[in-house]
């Protein structure tokens, strides 16, 4: 690796960057993603893939690697705190920043800055309850993990909340890593790490980027006297008219974006090697016959169009990731494969030729295995009784698999089996419900008609999804006799399915797409008292039962979008977050009166603005309501300098005042209402069928805060992220309700001081000429503490029970006198 000296002290170093992170929360996703990212800089960046706790003390090895890095990035999530490992890192990390001046960036990944310092959610506290039992001889060893969230939770990093994709997040944690760590670097010149003056001998890595469609033409024997090369990443296409002759045998890093060889060079020895990484390469087999590579441990070969085998495996002893992602061509995985003990990662997504696997999988250290779009493939390799690690197995759009086989009830550790768009198989295999630990199951888009305790330990599931398919099926009769008898609805003899009370734990129910209908669903449902997400698109239903998810305490986001009989709407739980009911032709637009919204944004301004939720409801109408007191919006032209480059086709800005007496007081955040109005009309919108994902039948939404109107945004905070989901066709107006929190970053950013005006702008990209809509108004209110109160002391407890229809009739504005509970919306 390479070595320098830090500009604040004389200990070496050997990464620029330490990975802090709970394995299972985000290894197998933002974690991966942020370590390519920092490695495509040219950062070298510490990762134990492991990360496992076998045993109570972390290795010797992490505190080294900790201190001779020039920072840490510590990713906090939901299950941080549970890792003993993870504390003990993050005490070793937060030392090294004091003693020897390392960096750290916190990143703060499905939790708060407050819920890290304060340690009181369900998740804390059942963690440092397990390490007060666990450590009840060694409470300082504790009170120094408590001590070290709260430090860590005081040092500005990210909130992954304000980003809605994790490349913008990623791609702003790495500049802003990047920028901080670099005065520290050795000197180097932008393309050669370490180099400087000294001789090829010298040289120990070169980071090579340049433009797209640039190429150049090297030497056979380029690396022939670079004898301590240990990292080399090349991002640009590279012509070698006569092959390569050699890679340097120090190499630990190889990173070769469209390797142009059918293989690595014969003969060569890379003996220290531990990742090698070649997208988008020309390679058809990456080397010959079974070669040693007693250190290598991740091997990622994605979009290697011509490769038609996997390595064959059993000379790399260490090897734990294989990720052969898009490699369309591939039609074997070798038997090697199969019987690795040290493999935790097996990724073969979008494998479209893959059909030949290995008989039987013998990998005990293996935790994942995903073949989603492995098209061709027919048949899964059986699992072998050791198999006690893999929590991860993922098929969907395996449109070929004809079953399961029956050996996946030795997968004792399964959490998470996604069989969505497998079109074939129309069983889970018996015994499954041997297993105590499934958490997530997905059959949509199956011929599985029935779940029941006999097939899953229905009391353990988390989340279930169950959608259906565009077209119908001719099992679909018996389905809706399943999903009654599921509802507790039927007289069907008792031992097909438990009741509804069985899921005990369910936070997750897909019935999207099922030909449901008002008498095929619950009345309540009251039972699934966990349920955080329920999707209910492209049914059937006319006038759903009133009250059959209002007991739903918990639920944040609901959706009927595509429902083309629907007339009227549920009324709502207390705490939803997002509502979506597009493309429901038949479904009148809303009357929104000023009680309504009181209690709507009532119900989510929380008392601590940092645990309260972002509001996000679609529902159907063409006008703001009056309680938005500013409506003073401006269309933008949309060529203007300023948002140019976004390619937008509707720019609508809005100044916000924020008055004095919510500055000095508590204020819970602004209120906005667009309307979003299409510019084509030419989608059916009496079809429930489910909408295709291409990107050219999406509307992408986004928001940007500026500071004041009269300057220029701060470069720190560019373009904001997207925020909603991507809409689809659609022909009628629709209302979009958001509440932005007060603790939201770019709100805190321009409002710092004494400023109490920002500027806020929405804008539409239309994605294709086939799918365009427009912002056609835009209002704003924000909502101040004494205004909620005082609205509490005029409210008489009034229950705003339901969101009205706008129609002549004298009752539009019905109000019910009931216990205090939430607003809901009805027919």
């Not at 009250?547 to 918990?554: E, F, P, Y």
Request: aromatic residues 8%.
């Amino acid at each position: 690796m390479l070595s320098g000296e830090s500009s604040s002290n004389s200990s070496r170093w050997t990464y620029h960057v330490f990975l802090s992170f709970r394995g299972e929360d985000t290894r197998l996703g933002f974690t991966d993603h942020l370590y390519a990212a920092l490695v495509r800089k040219g950062m070298i960046t510490f990762r134990d893939d492991k990360n496992l706790e076998k045993g109570d003390k972390i290795d010797k090895e992490l505190f080294k690697a900790i201190k001779e890095s020039l920072g840490a990035i510590v990713i906090l999530s939901e299950n941080y705190a549970s890792s003993s490992w993870c504390l003990d890192e993050l005490n070793k990390i937060l030392e090294s920043n004091r003693v020897l001046g390392r960096e750290v960036f916190p990143v703060f990944c499905g939790v708060s800055p407050s819920e890290v310092q304060h340690q009181t959610t369900t998740s804390f506290e059942e963690a440092f309850q397990k390490h007060e039992r666990r450590f009840e001889k060694d409470t300082e060893k504790v009170r120094q993990w408590r001590d070290s969230l709260k430090e860590v939770s005081q040092i500005p990093g990210w909130e992954s909340k304000n980003y809605q994709h994790q490349t913008e997040l990623i791609e702003n944690i790495v500049e802003s890593v990047w920028t901080k760590l670099r005065p520290k670097m050795p000197s180097f010149n932008d393309g050669l790490v370490g180099i400087g003056s000294r001789a090829n001998e010298s040289i120990e890595g070169i980071v090579l980027n340049s433009p797209e469609k640039e190429e150049a033409i090297w030497d056979p024997e380029a690396f022939s006297r670079m004898y301590n090369l240990q990292l080399l990443i090349i991002n640009y296409h590279v012509n070698l008219p006569t092959s390569l002759k050699c890679l340097c045998s120090s190499l630990k890093f190889l990173q070769w974006m469209k390797y142009p060889l059918e293989s690595l060079p014969l003969g060569v020895q890379l003996d220290e090697l531990v990742e090698l990484k070649m997208h988008s390469s020309r390679i058809k087999r990456i080397w010959n016959g079974n070669q040693d590579f007693a250190k290598l441990k991740f091997i990622d070969l994605s979009y290697s169009e011509d490769l038609i085998q996997t390595p064959i495996v059993s000379g790399a002893p260490s090897l734990e990731r294989l990720l052969l992602i898009g490699c369309v061509n591939l039609v074997e995985v070798h038997p090697s494969v199969g019987q690795h003990k040290r493999l935790d990662l097996l990724m073969l997504k979008d494998c479209k030729n893959l059909q030949i696997m290995p008989r039987k999988l013998e990998m005990d250290s293996l935790e994942e295995l995903i073949l989603s779009g492995c098209s061709k493939l027919e048949k899964l390799p059986e699992f072998g009784e050791n198999m006690k690690s893999l929590s991860l197995l993922n098929v969907e759009h395996c449109i070929n698999l004809l079953c399961l086989p029956n050996s996946i009830c030795n997968l004792k550790s399964l959490r998470k089996l996604y069989v969505s768009g497998c079109s074939r198989i129309s069983t889970l295999p018996d015994g499954m419900n041997e297993n105590e630990s499934l958490e997530e199951l997905d059959v949509s888009r199956t011929e599985i008609t029935e779940i029941s305790s006999s097939k899953v330990r229905l009391e353990i599931l988390r989340e279930l999804s169950f959608g259906g398919r565009k077209e119908t099926t001719p099992k679909s009769q018996n389905l809706l006799q399943w999903i009654s008898k599921f509802m507790g609805q039927s007289d069907m003899h008792e031992s097909i399915v438990p009741p509804l009370s069985s899921l005990l734990a369910l936070e997750s129910l897909d019935l999207s797409y099922r030909d449901l209908t008002d008498e095929s669903i619950p009345s309540d449902f009251g039972p699934l008292s966990l349920l955080k997400r329920l999707d209910l698109s492209g049914n059937n239903f006319v006038n759903p039962p009133a009250q059959c998810i209002i007991s739903l305490s918990m639920l944040h986001t609901l959706s009927f979008d595509h429902c083309p009989r629907l007339e009227s709407l549920p009324m709502l739980p207390p705490n939803l977050q997002a509502l979506y009911a597009t493309n429901c032709p038949k479904l009148k637009p809303f009357h929104l009166d000023e009680d309504t919204l009181w209690k709507i944004f009532e119900s989510h301004s929380h008392e601590d603005p940092i645990e309260g939720p972002e509001l996000w409801f679609i529902i159907p109408g063409n006008e703001i309501p009056s309680w938005f007191n500013n409506q003073n919006s401006l269309a933008i032209d949309s060529s203007d300098q300023t948002y140019q480059k976004l390619c937008c086709d509707s720019v609508t800005s809005i100044i916000v005042d924020v008055p004095e007496d919510c500055q000095l007081s508590e204020w819970w955040g602004i209120a906005v209402c667009l309307v979003l109005e299409p510019l084509n009309t030419d989608v059916p919108s009496s079809s429930n069928a489910r909408p295709t994902s291409t990107v050219n039948e999406e509307i992408g939404i986004y928001y940007w805060v500026c500071k004041t109107p009269d300057k220029d945004p701060d470069p720190n905070f560019p373009i904001a992220p997207k925020f909603g989901n991507l809409l689809y066709k659609f022909n009628d107006p629709y209302i979009h309700i958001i509440f932005f929190n007060a603790d939201h970053v770019y709100i805190q950013h321009y409002l710092s001081g004494e400023q109490t005006q920002l500027e806020v702008v929405f804008f539409v990209e239309n994605l294709s000429e086939s799918c365009k809509a427009r912002i056609k108004k835009c209002g704003c209110r924000v909502i101040c503490k004494e205004k909620i109160e005082e609205w509490r002391k005029h409210s008489d407890g009034l229950n705003i029970s339901r969101i009205t229809e706008t129609n002549e009739d004298e009752e539009r504005h019905e109000l019910e006198v009931e216990e205090p509970t939430s607003p809901t919306l009805g027919k």
